[in-house]
């Protein structure tokens, strides 16, 4: 890599908007994955969690993604986009545990402040 290449640190957005493309892109290859989040939100929802609206309104995209391509599509739009209400769904992920963490590794940063 060049200096050049290297000069300019990567803003934690980008990593970001990296690690959900990453998981749309596995969640694609296998839909399977997406038990994990179902039951990321069966726990929480267990344990009382303050936003269950937010996490029904998660889990009932997770469940048309399952049972319809074109929810599938719908999802995995949603976890590329970088829109601002794209990036309001994804501050509120029930998603932990799609990514190992040699991946989360590879796609981490640092802040200079």
């Known amino acids: 890599m060049s200096t050049a290449t290297n000069s300019r640190a990567r803003t ?4 970001s908007a990296d690690r959900f ?8 290859a296998d839909p399977a ?22 996490l029904e309104e998660w889990r009932a995209k ?16 949603l976890l590329r986009d970088q829109s601002w209400e794209a990036l309001l769904w994804k501050g509120f992920s029930p998603f932990p545990g799609i990514l190992s963490k040699a991946e989360l590794d590879q796609l981490s940063w640092t802040s200079r402040h």
């Open 12 to 15: 934690g957005d980008e990593v």
């Open 21 to 28: 493309r990453l998981m749309a892109d596995k969640i694609e």
């Open 33 to 54: 994955l997406l038990e994990i989040p179902l039951a990321n939100i069966a726990r929480w929802l267990a344990l009382g969690h303050s936003s269950a609206a937010r």
């Open 62 to 77: 997770i469940l048309d993604a399952q049972s319809s391509m074109d929810g599938m599509a719908r999802l995995l739009a």
